[in-house]
């Protein structure tokens, strides 16, 4: 399969949004980081957030994840208000992210990573006691998730020897664990080379069969080919939104974004 072939999930206007937010603000001081910002990520689609450097995809990013508490504004997780929870509280709500940065643990098996991030989901989380030999009931359902990113014949393997293509499937494989209602990728195709790039967006594709993605993205070769929905941004403020097409029409972001695909 060829990034060609792969095409945003067609759905119903009604889709839900499993994640949103209204008049989402961010001020540092005298700075108006993001100003009164609108967004919903949907169930079973791709929300792609793009625009160049400083245009404030970060700060979105992680108001939406709570890692930085709004100036202004609601978020909410389906019919559940989290403008003032804790990130732990959310993750709790199936919000899960990932980062810039790959984040496994190079020493341990790539099965071992995918017990490690499964015993949240299996009353384990908080017996640090455990050997990792304890945690051998959850390697059928461990071998099921590197199945899925295509790692299962590594299982095995240290995560430290992998390449960074794989380090960012296996990080899918452990946020996937989490049994995620929504998933947030930060730049998830950083750094990769085409092949890397092009099996990530498969299976970026593949898991958002199951719940809702926003991935802040500058490739937007990737963006055309998975993105469902687009919200473009400049200065703090939404540009634009829509899908691949309608946002690529508009003058102002073909003008500004749309010409490069090194535009972060």
């Not at 909410?76 to 992210?97: F, S, W």
């Not at 949240?120 to 199945?147: C, D, I, K, Y």
Request: some cysteine.
């Amino acid at each position: 399969m060829t990034m060609a072939t792969i095409s945003a999930r067609p759905a119903p206007e009604s889709a839900r949004a499993a994640l949103s937010a209204r008049g989402l603000s961010k001020s540092f001081g005298n700075f108006q980081a993001v100003t009164n910002v609108d967004i919903d990520i949907r169930h079973g689609r791709i929300h792609a957030l793009i625009g160049p450097n400083g245009a404030g995809k970060s700060t979105v990013f992680n108001l939406l994840t709570k890692f930085l508490q709004p100036s202004a504004g609601t978020i909410m997780v389906g019919e559940t208000d989290i403008t003032r929870m804790a990130p732990a509280q959310v993750a709790r709500l199936g919000v899960a992210r990932s980062f810039q940065i790959s984040a496994t643990f190079g020493d341990m098996s790539l099965v071992d990573n995918v017990c490690v991030a499964l015993q949240r989901q299996n009353g384990l989380a908080v017996q640090f006691w455990r050997s990792l030999a304890s945690l051998s009931r959850l390697r059928p359902r461990a071998m099921e998730l590197l199945g899925r990113v295509g790692l299962a014949d590594m299982a095995d393997h240290r995560a430290a020897d992998l390449s960074y293509g794989r380090k960012r499937a296996l990080e899918i494989a452990t946020t996937l664990a989490l049994d995620p209602k929504v998933l947030l990728l930060d730049e998830p195709l950083a750094g990769m080379g085409q092949e890397d790039v092009e099996t990530m967006a498969r299976l970026i594709a593949d898991v958002a069969r199951d719940c809702a993605v926003l991935m802040v993205e500058h490739n937007i070769k990737v963006v055309a080919d998975i993105g469902d929905d687009i919200t473009v941004l400049q200065r703090g403020e939404i540009l634009t939104q829509g899908n691949y097409d309608a946002v690529s029409a508009d003058p102002r972001v073909r003008e500004a974004y749309m010409g490069t695909e090194d535009d972060d």
